[in-house]
T-cell receptor
Framework: NAGVTQTPKFRVLKTGQSMTLLCAQD?????MYWYRQDPGMGLRLIHY???????AKGEVPDGYNVSRLKKQNFLLGLESAAPSQTSVYFC?????????????FGEGSRLTVL | GNSVTQMEGPVTLSEEAFLTINCTYT??????LFWYVQYPGEGLQLLLK?????DKGSNKGFEATYRKETTSFHLEKGSVQVSDSAVYFC?????????????FGAGTRLAVHP
């Protein structure tokens, strides 16, 4: 039972490079989320999706884009990476409207931008 | 607005000591409350939750009671183990904008020594 899987686990980028983080879930969840985790700041929501083909902005969306072409996948893109985007990124998923608020998280992707 | 405040860490304890991690919240209405735990190198996972006032969530020897009058959800454990060393996040959940929005505290690191 894989749950939520993120790739890659680690990545180092130079300023201005682009990359995509992939999140896949096998629980048939409707909702998916991308968070970033920074020291002393907890988790902040970047973008989220309430279903296939839909996306919406969270608290800190600037500099990121997302796509949800398939229900099980949620992609996070950085078009032009900046040092401020050095962080640990977590994908999560949850049930749909019957969701009680419990999220299922991936193991995280550590991104360093030089 | 909605927010969660946790006690700053790190909290360092000896094995079998009593643990309290304070959490208070600000929210309109009656949110659901959660404690998530993040073990080293892993994603967050739900530890316990409470959905209404005076509810007590419990799991793995941890407990927290939803106190509406003090807007608190303090995490307690009677006897900690080395394996409890992790970062603990308090969170609240509100349904807004078509999804259950989860707002996290900054996290409290717990280190338990033999």
């Amino acid at each position: 039972n894989a749950g939520v899987t993120q790739t890659p686990k680690f990545r180092v980028l130079k300023t201005g490079q682009s990359m995509t983080l992939l999140c896949a879930q096998d629980m048939n969840h409707e909702y998916m989320y991308w968070y970033r985790q920074d020291p002393g700041m907890g988790l902040r929501l970047i973008h989220y999706s309430v279903g296939e083909g839909t996306t919406a902005k969270g608290e800190v969306p600037d500099g990121y884009n997302v796509s949800r072409l398939k229900k099980q996948n949620f992609l996070l893109g950085l078009e032009s990476a900046a040092p401020s985007q050095t962080s640990v990124y977590f994908c999560a998923s949850s049930l749909g409207t019957e969701n009680t608020g419990e999220l299922f998280f991936g193991e995280g992707s550590r991104l360093t931008v030089l | 607005g909605n927010s969660v405040t946790q006690m700053e860490g790190p909290v360092t304890l000896s094995e079998e000591a009593f643990l309290t991690i304070n959490c208070t919240y600000t929210a309109t209405g009656y949110p659901s409350l959660f404690w998530y735990v993040q073990y080293p190198g892993e994603g967050l996972q739900l530890l316990l939750k409470a959905t209404k006032a005076d509810d007590k969530g419990s799991n793995k020897g941890f407990e927290a009671t939803y106190r509406k009058e003090t807007t608190s959800f303090h995490l307690e454990k009677g006897s900690v183990q080395v394996s409890d060393s992790a970062v603990y996040f308090c969170a609240l959940s509100r349904f807004s904008g078509g999804y259950n929005k989860l707002i996290f505290g900054a996290g409290t690191r717990l280190a338990v020594h033999p």
